[in-house]
């Protein structure tokens, strides 16, 4: 799919607000609304916005902890990758898993209450034998700086 700057700028400003008003949005790029929400609607339906949602704080909901692991398979079939993989779809406390190039296999970020409920969770990761050989775990001990807004203009200049 052709974008053309107007598309690149409403994507840009969605990435940085979600809940802007149509009328807003296409105010900020320079459309009338029905051309803009049009554009949109295109955006969505070829998949290169995926969904809109809220950055919850969690520090004041309830006490937590961010957990990422470096985890290695016991086997590197497509079958054991394929396993583990709709594994990490159970478990609630994954909140983000990436399949790695290189020494590890997958990196797993993990939120649970304490690090007590990790190390059960791990556990039961282990028991339940979803293929995870070794594990490495990194406790974040601050947020610097969380998922950002990506940076099309870069991405898109480097072509």
């Known amino acids: 799919m052709h974008l053309d700057q107007r598309d690149l700028e409403i994507l840009r400003i969605l990435s940085r607000d979600g809940r802007i008003t149509k009328a807003a949005l296409a105010d900020q790029v320079g459309l009338s609304p029905t051309p803009c929400w049009e554009r949109l609607k295109k955006l969505e339906k070829a998949g290169l916005i995926e969904g809109y949602n809220a950055r919850i704080n969690l520090k004041k909901i309830a006490p937590h902890v961010t957990v990422f692991v470096a985890a290695e398979l016991t086997d590197h079939t497509a079958a054991s990758f394929q396993s583990f993989e709709a594994a990490m779809?159970?478990?609630?406390?994954?909140?983000?898993c990436w399949a790695l190039g290189g020494g590890f296999d997958y990196l797993l970020q993990i939120v649970t209450c304490d690090i007590d409920a990790y190390q059960r969770l791990i556990d039961a990761m282990l028991d339940a034998?979803?293929?995870?050989?070794?594990?490495?775990?990194?406790?974040?001990?601050?947020?610097?700086?969380?998922?950002?807004?990506?940076?099309?203009?870069i991405l898109l200049n480097g072509r």
């Open 89 to 96: 779809q159970r478990y609630d406390e994954v909140v983000a």
């Open 129 to 153: 034998r979803i293929g995870l050989s070794r594990y490495f775990t990194y406790i974040v001990t601050k947020p610097v700086k969380g998922a950002g807004v990506p940076p099309l203009e």
